[in-house]
């Protein structure tokens, strides 16, 4: 397993994270309508709406994982936040990063791995909408589409706090 590197900007993006006030606080139904729908629409048995802490990912929106957050180190979602839209992971089995991380090899037992990163428009990845499944596929095009609308919905939601938070 090959844990993802950590930006050099990363305190900078825990900073604004932190900043949501959004991290450890219960389900929301604005969230998990969302990752609802990817799951639903993408036919995947784990949908997440998961947001990249310091030292763990945490769910904010959790369909098919048993715990509300797991190690930063085994992320999937760790390595999407490295990138600028998306991160597809056809068969984890086959991917040097994944094929010995503990959620391939143990249960969920992850093959497949799409996350739409949650960008917020001063440029941070936040975290992901992300959906998985226990056998390899693929994404075509109007599946990233897809997701990436439903990502955007996530972000809206996310900004929405984020503006109360600062009337408040």
Known sequence: MIAAPIPEYDHQRIKALRKLLILDTPPEERFDRIAQFARMEFDMPIALVSLVDRDRQWFKSNFGME?????????????AILERNFLVVPDALKDERFRDNP????????????????????????????????????????????????????????LRQESQEWQA
């Open 67 to 79: 715990d509300s957050e797991i190690p930063r180190e085994v992320s999937f979602c760790g390595h």
């Open 103 to 158: 959620l391939v090899v143990n249960k969920p037992w992850v093959r497949f791995y799409a996350g739409a990163v949650l960008r917020m428009p001063y440029g941070m990845a936040l975290g992901t909408l992300c959906v998985m499944d226990t056998r390899p596929r693929e994404m075509d095009e109007l599946d990233l589409a897809i997701l990436g609308s439903l990502r955007d919905l996530v972000v809206e939601e996310m």
